[in-house]
């Protein structure tokens, strides 16, 4: 206990004020991510920047940027995703099971504000190509740590309310950023690096305070419990949950079920690496590898429905609908700003519906969009010159719908799926597991898409439409709901042999049953009792036996510590 700070918000806080508290400070690392993401945006359109990183010239007849080497310009942004972010969701992750989430934050916070320092100094492309990658494996590093921290100490029902406030101020940060940059570029001198310099400098700023305060903060109980720290773990998950009153027991449960599930893991498992988890060895009926294949395809999914295909197109439609340049920077910091908005309405109804439903409805309405979009585009171009501002507008209104609906849904989704389905003993690793699959799908579309829409133009839109249809199919088949269950829970789930979620359901459901030491907090609410005696469970006791996530080694006593002593 001695090693739990005075200064730690958790002698301080309890139950909705510490858990606000552990709330914003990983609002303000999500809001570092976004921040990072939408600056390179105005940046890449910068004169002073193009002419010094030596891939573009000013052109003073358009007075615009002409881009001379395209590959050196996506390459720039390309290398932030990979190796950058790639290669530090694999650091924090295995940082993060071993050293704990807080001591990550800190090592990844320093690590950025090395990165940006770089950025906003850099003199030459090689330059920013070197602060680029480091500053990605900064990142890289609090997106693998900061959703698995923010989902270990959230309660189970409103965890997804938990995460979902948080990437509202991820699209804050992409906001901020826009029009930092748009303040800047009014610059008096056109001319200047400070245009460029100061909106990249200007993360800096979140982070030193991210550094400065993360320590004050409450570690993750289960990662504490995991390392045997249970009376530090237990003190955090009391003042998380309350002891008094209608609380009273919750804490309780809920720590039983952690110990019950590291111990389970224990006997289940003995995966560790990153390899071992890729091809499920020692995994068991943890099928861990099965997990890891739904995270990084849940995220490369993310980027094909659309999202980047509109980052990137979306302007061409404000051009072909008559938009002057000058007013096309205001319609776009308008879009941004719809789209943070969006973010709220998930918010609302991420542990209303499920992670299953907001995927659903997402899908169907963005893929509407992109269809609409892309017809619209196509009639805008060949409209009269009378009809074309009205065409060019309806698509205008698709464009921001689609990233209303994006907000609204798959924005979250796929950062809070992998941060809550793996075990505890590799749940960190997991979760970079899902940062691979963004960074995958980040670097693929900044070099692939441009070349797609040189050649295929706005039937590109109808590539992503054809995406959101198939991702309807995929999250039917393949992905279980995890809405209003504990994380504990998760390993239940996913104990089932076959990929389908109507089989994972009926093997959950007959595991619950079969080992009720599991699902305390999430069956009994405020109650702790022993199944075998009914007696109430006292803080401390032992690790209840015959426990597994084989149905048919359970029914025939295989499970118990009997049958495994014997079979040794």
């Known amino acids: 206990m001695e090693r739990i700070g005075k200064w730690n918000v958790a ?19 999500i809001f570092f991510f976004g921040y990072d993401q939408g600056v390179m945006g105005g940046v890449n359109t910068n004169r002073h920047y193009a002419e010094t990183m030596g891939f573009g010239h000013w052109d003073e007849k358009v007075g615009l940027v002409v881009i001379d080497k395209t590959l050196l310009q996506g390459g720039i942004v390309a290398v932030y995703y990979l190796p950058g972010t790639l290669y530090g969701c694999f650091l924090g992750g295995w940082f993060g099971d071993k050293y704990g989430r807080i001591n990550t934050i800190f090592v990844a916070s320093i690590w950025a504000i090395v990165g940006a320092t770089l950025q906003c100094s850099a003199q030459n492309a090689n330059w920013m190509f070197c602060a680029r990658v480091l500053n990605g494996i900064g990142t890289g590093i609090l997106n693998a740590i900061t959703p698995v921290w923010a989902t270990e100490t959230a309660e189970h029902t409103s965890r997804g309310q938990f995460v979902a406030i948080e990437f509202t101020l991820n699209i804050f940060g992409v906001v901020a950023a826009y029009w930092i940059e748009f303040g800047t570029s009014k610059y008096h001198i056109a001319t200047s690096s400070f245009i460029w310099r100061f909106p990249i400098a200007f993360q800096i700023a979140p982070l030193i305070v991210l550094a400065g305060v993360v320590y004050f903060m409450p570690e993750s109980p289960r990662w504490l419990i995991k390392m045997g720290r249970e009376e530090e773990g237990r003190y955090i998950l009391g003042r998380l949950r309350g002891e008094t009153g209608e609380d009273e027991g919750k804490a309780e449960a809920e720590f039983q079920d952690i110990r019950n599930n590291v111990e389970l893991e224990r006997k289940t498992s003995k995966q560790q690496s990153y390899f071992a988890m890729f091809f499920g060895i020692g995994a068991g009926k943890l099928h861990t590898a099965r997990r890891v294949q739904l995270v990084i395809w849940l995220q490369i999914l993310q980027e094909w429905i659309g999202i980047a295909g509109i980052t990137i197109y979306g302007p061409v439609i404000f051009t072909i609908a008559g938009i002057s340049p000058n007013d096309r920077l205001w319609v776009a910091g308008l879009n941004d700003i719809t789209y943070m908005l969006a973010t709220l309405l998930c918010v609302f109804t991420l542990d209303r519906i499920g992670r299953r439903w907001t995927l659903y409805w997402g899908s169907v309405g963005q893929g509407i969009c992109m269809f609409v979009a892309g017809g619209l585009a196509k009639a805008t171009q060949e409209a009269s010159e009378g009809n074309k501002k009205g065409v060019g507008g309806a698509a205008t209104f698709f464009v921001f719908l689609f990233t209303a609906i994006f907000g609204a849904t798959w924005l979250t989704v796929p950062w809070l799926y992998p941060a809550e389905i793996f075990p505890l003993q590799v749940r960190a690793k997991g979760n970079a597991w899902g940062v691979v699959g963004w960074s995958i799908g980040n670097g693929w579309t900044v070099l692939l898409l441009p070349t797609m829409f040189e050649k295929m133009g706005e039937r590109s839109l109808y590539v992503f439409g054809g995406v959101n249809v198939l991702t309807i199919l995929t999250t039917w088949a393949f992905y279980p709901e995890t809405n209003q269950r504990t994380l504990e829970e998760m390993n239940l789930v996913f104990a089932s042999d076959s990929w389908f979620t109507w089989e994972a359901e009926k093997n959950y459901a007959i595991l619950k049953e079969q080992n009720p030491e599991l699902v305390q907090a999430a069956q009994r609410g405020n109650s702790v009792i022993d199944p075998e005696t009914g ?27 009997e049958y495994v002593e014997k079979k040794l």
Do not use: F, Q
């Not at 002698?11 to 690392?29: D, P, Q």
């Not at 032992?542 to 118990?560: H, I, Q, W």
């Open 11 to 29: 002698r301080r806080y309890e139950k909705r004020s510490l858990l606000i508290a552990v709330n914003c400070v990983a609002a303000l690392s």
């Open 535 to 561: 007696a109430a469970v006292r803080k401390g006791s032992l690790v209840p036996r015959n426990l597994s996530l084989d149905t048919k080694a359970l029914a025939n006593g295989e499970g118990s510590d």
